[in-house]
């Protein structure tokens, strides 16, 4: 059986502990009894979905080809300075 680990503090499930189980869509998280009896709500689950240009148009970086994202890694952020006044 594949080991249960609790999605708020990351602690292993023992075999005879209790826990929450959380289903969303096809995922199932989850809670670890303690963390379940301090905060019910499960929060921070879903994937941040990221938005970028490519070739003109803003789209999220998910729908983008194996490509194009391979590129998107590569890309290097740098601060342009700006003119102290206009
Ligand atoms: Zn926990």
């Known amino acids: 059986m594949e080991?249960?680990?609790?999605?708020?503090?990351?602690?292993a499930i023992q075999?005879?502990?209790?826990?929450?189980?959380?289903?969303?869509?096809?995922?199932?998280?989850?809670k670890?009894?303690?963390?379940?009896?301090?905060?019910?709500?499960?929060r921070n689950f879903r994937k941040t979905e990221v938005y970028s240009r490519v070739v003109g148009y803003i789209r999220?970086?998910?729908q983008w080809n194996k490509g194009k994202r391979a590129e998107f890694a590569d890309r290097k952020e740098f601060?342009?300075?700006?003119?102290?006044?206009?």
Request: proline content about 9%; aromatic content about 6%; glycine content about 4%.
């Open 3 to 11: 080991k249960l680990i609790c999605h708020d503090c990351g602690k």
């Open 15 to 30: 075999n005879d502990e209790e826990y929450m189980p959380y289903k969303v869509g096809s995922e199932i998280y989850i």
């Open 32 to 42: 670890c009894k303690a963390c379940h009896q301090t905060d019910p709500v499960l």
């Open 60 to 62: 999220p970086i998910q």
């Open 79 to 86: 601060i342009v300075n700006q003119p102290a006044c206009c």
